[in-house]
């Protein structure tokens, strides 16, 4: 039987290989995450970019579903007027496309319970993501609010409008990105990104799209 140090040198060789069998390969080295605050300004301005190229076009009012310009069907669902309580602005309702995960730029905010204040130690992870958007020719980006299932429908709608409407709030006022580049909706627990683990961290996120 080999022994503790042996064994150690033997799985560090195997993981080394492992590393390199995915390098040559092409394949990710790890699997695609919820949390875009960690990728660097090219690898974000990529994915808005590829969402650009798609053509995304809202669906009219009422609809629920919503076509590329190149006739792709994707999934959309038209959400609800802005929460009656609170200080979000009110906004026609608007179609949400569900993008593919890869495609997806997602940044997983922390607020604190029930509330959508943005906090100060989670402004940071903005701070890549502000420099991109003020310098991509990009004219206009929705601003989306998901939460996890826990919860009823109800509320969790109001609380994702209301924490997408001060995640625009804060790229306005001290990002200094104009306010008719931006576009704020909640679609509260509908868009899981973890279906598997419907109350999972990674469901409780913002996610920025490219329109156009």
């Known amino acids: 039987m080999l022994d503790g140090p042996i064994m150690m040198n033997i799985l560090r060789k195997l993981a080394v290989s492992l590393a390199a069998i995915a390098a040559l390969s092409g394949l990710p080295a790890t699997a695609q995450t919820s949390d875009a605050s960690g990728m660097s300004a090219e690898e974000l301005e990529q994915l808005f970019l590829t969402q650009k190229t798609r053509g995304l076009v809202l669906a009219p009012t009422g609809t629920e579903a919503a076509t590329t310009e190149d006739g792709t069907s994707v999934t959309a669902e038209t959400t609800p007027d802005a929460p009656a309580t609170g200080e ?15 495609e997806q730029v997602n940044i997983q905010i922390s607020f604190d319970f029930d509330s959508a204040a943005l906090r100060e130690d989670q402004k940071p992870k903005l ?15 929705r601003i989306v609010g998901h939460t996890d299932a826990s919860g009823s ?20 006022t001290e990002c200094g990105i104009a306010s008719d580049r931006l576009e704020a909706v909640g679609v509260g627990k509908d868009f ?21």
Not at 153 to 172: D, G
Not at 192 to 212: G, I, T, Y
Request: include cysteine; proline fraction near 3%.
């Open 88 to 102: 979000a602005e009110v906004l026609p309702a608007a179609s949400y496309v569900e993008l593919d995960k890869s």
């Open 127 to 141: 701070a890549t993501l502000c420099n991109v958007m003020q310098k991509i020719d990009i004219q206009l980006f």
């Open 153 to 172: 429908a109800e509320y969790n709608q109001k609380l994702s409008q209301l924490r997408a409407e001060e995640v625009k709030r804060y790229m306005t």
């Open 192 to 212: 899981l990104f973890n279906k598997e683990d419907p109350r999972s961290d990674e469901n409780r996120r913002v996610e920025f799209q490219a329109l156009s």
